[in-house]
């Protein structure tokens, strides 16, 4: 019954060696939202679709790209991946009512760099 | 960005125990949302607060939002260890569908 999925759970990657990581969701929501969290470390959001509009956040690395190509997938591209860039990456959904933002996470994909 | 500070950082406590964690800003919040993420796993929502002086009850969890719309609280009563986790507040930003989340408390309940 899993409703936003990630894949793979776990990602091992060499450095420097681009990555790309997965998210589904059956629920139509149309937004879309990668986090990267580190250990003990809240999740820092690094883009969001609303809809098709792309929202980057200012301190988002360039390194960082993201696909949507329909309201159900969403990918994350790790261009170039350093060993700084290991950590848990989330992705989540919501519908996006009028004052209310709730969202929906998939498992986590844990990336690690080697 | 608007930031979310949440206190506690760490708290560890005996079963059985009461306990607040604070989250707080210096923007006002359409709404926040508490929730609770396990090791390994994603966030699970527990409750969104939307009104302004806002009280709701989840069982052994209360959840508050302040007056103002900047702050929220969450008390558990009685805490089991089965509440062990990490909890988390996020507000809406100004622009619409950007959730920012606070950086959290970790919370261990020993039996």
């Known amino acids: 019954d899993a409703m936003v999925i990630q894949n793979p759970r776990y990602q091992v990657t060499q450095f420097g060696k681009p990555v790309t990581l997965s998210c589904s969701q059956t629920l139509n929501h149309n937004v879309m939202y990668w986090y990267q969290q580190k250990s003990s470390q809240a999740p820092k959001l690094l883009f969001h679709y609303y809809d098709k509009d792309f929202n980057n956040e200012a301190d988002t690395p360039d390194n960082f790209q993201s696909r949507r190509p329909n309201t159900s997938f969403c990918f994350l591209d790790i261009r170039s991946p350093g060993l700084g860039d290991a950590a848990m990456y989330l992705c989540?959904?919501?519908?996006?009512?009028?004052?209310?933002?709730?969202?929906?996470f998939g498992q986590g994909t844990r990336l690690t760099v080697v | 960005t608007q930031l979310l500070e949440q206190s506690p950082q760490f708290l560890s406590i005996q079963e059985g125990e009461n306990l607040t964690v604070y989250c707080n800003s210096s923007s006002v919040f359409s709404s926040l949302q508490w929730y609770r993420q396990e090791p390994g796993e994603g966030p699970v929502l527990l409750v969104t607060?939307?009104?302004?002086?806002e009280v709701k009850k989840l069982k052994r969890l209360t959840f508050q939002f302040g007056d103002a719309r900047k702050d929220s609280s969450l008390h558990i009563t009685a805490a089991q260890p089965g509440d062990t986790g990490l909890y988390l507040c996020a507000g809406e930003g100004s622009t619409l569908g950007r959730l920012y989340f606070g950086r959290g408390t970790q919370l261990t309940v020993w039996p």
């Open positions: 989540a959904t919501s519908r996006v009512d009028r004052g209310d933002t709730e969202a929906f």
């Open positions: 607060v939307v009104t302004g002086g």
